[in-house]
């Protein structure tokens, strides 16, 4: 039997407390669970024990499917639907603090207390056309 981590069991809703068809899960080094909930069009981020998530990317996509971190601890979100893939800039407080050491850090450099600037851009595709050239996303 599994246990439910985020969202409720058998309820989908737009509150910070449920889910609309997760399709993508990501852990960052401090055990955040980032979730791809594709049906309301958001990421949201869910610490450990939390009884909630927390928008950290939502902008002018539609239909996210999937996410990643890059090397500069940036989110990058698969924009199905608008046929791009589209990158969130870390903003970090300027008192933002870890506990790991420079020998210990994570490869993916995100801090513990960061947001996701809500302005985004766009490095695969173009915003809202499908197509077959070298710069368009099928």
Do not use: E, K
């Not at 055990?31 to 791809?36: C, K, R």
């Not at 958001?42 to 909630?52: D, E, I, K």
């Amino acid at each position: 039997t599994g246990i439910t981590v985020a969202g409720q069991t058998g309820v989908a809703g737009s509150w910070s407390y449920l889910l609309y068809y997760p399709t993508a899960v990501i852990y960052d080094q401090y055990n955040y669970l980032y979730i791809v909930d594709s049906s309301n069009d958001r990421v949201q981020r869910w610490v450990p024990g939390a009884s909630y998530g927390i928008t950290v990317a939502a902008s002018t996509m539609s239909n996210p499917r999937g996410l990643s971190f890059d090397s500069s601890g940036n989110i990058i979100v698969v924009d199905m639907s608008l046929h791009r893939i589209i990158s969130f800039a870390v903003s970090c407080p300027p008192n933002a603090t870890t506990t790991a050491s420079p020998t210990t850090q994570a490869i993916v450099p995100v801090c513990s207390t960061g947001g996701w600037n809500q302005t985004f851009t766009i490095i695969a595709g173009s915003s809202g056309n499908r197509g077959t050239s070298a710069t368009l996303l099928y």
